[in-house]
């Protein structure tokens, strides 16, 4: 990968805060440059801030408070608020992870204004289109320059997509 401005790294919901801490640990433990970012998909104590708190992470440098119940409302407003972001702070990779509408909007924010996106999770598939989360990690994972699949299962999926960007299975 190339030398690193500053990596944003986003999250949104209980499943990437928990996730993402062996990210946001690697990142301060290497002495990299990063911004974390909460995108308020879940603004609950309970749903966020209590597991921020037990897993021992810094304290979001920016977070929003969404307070939707509608999932296009809840995409649009995180769409909103992630690009003033962006254009404020202007990193040079964002990641994400999983396959929530915080996820897509942020890769949706992200890719428009021309920024690298890395997808921690690619290719993980349920093969069913009924769910929205399934078509949120497709999406992400079609745009996305970086893919973090977790297996080799993953990785094939995503070749098997010919999706254009560069795949490592961790």
Not at 3 to 12: C, D, E, L, R
Not at 19 to 46: T, W
Not at 134 to 148: G, I, K, M, P, Q
Not at 153 to 161: F, S
Request: proline share 4%.
């Amino acid at each position: 990968m190339m030398s690193m401005k500053t990596i944003m790294v986003v999250v949104g919901t209980r499943p990437e805060i928990i996730k993402m801490a062996s990210v946001v640990r690697a990142l301060e433990r290497n002495g990299l440059p990063f911004i974390f970012v909460h995108c308020g998909q879940h603004y609950d104590y309970y749903m966020s801030q209590q597991f921020m708190e037990e897993l021992e992470l810094t304290i979001p440098d920016y977070s929003y408070k969404v307070k939707a119940y509608s999932q296009g409302v809840q995409t649009a407003r995180i769409i909103t608020y992630t690009e003033r972001l962006l254009k404020k702070v202007a990193p040079e990779l964002v990641l994400v992870e999983g396959d929530t509408n915080g996820v897509l909007a942020t890769t949706l924010a992200t890719v428009k204004l021309g920024i690298s996106v890395g997808h921690v999770e690619a290719g993980l598939r349920s093969f069913d289109l009924r769910m929205p989360e399934e078509h949120n990690r497709r999406l992400t994972d079609h745009v996305s320059a970086y893919l973090f699949a977790p297996t080799k299962t993953a990785e094939r999926n995503l070749k098997r997509e010919n999706v254009w960007g560069k795949i490592y299975v961790t």
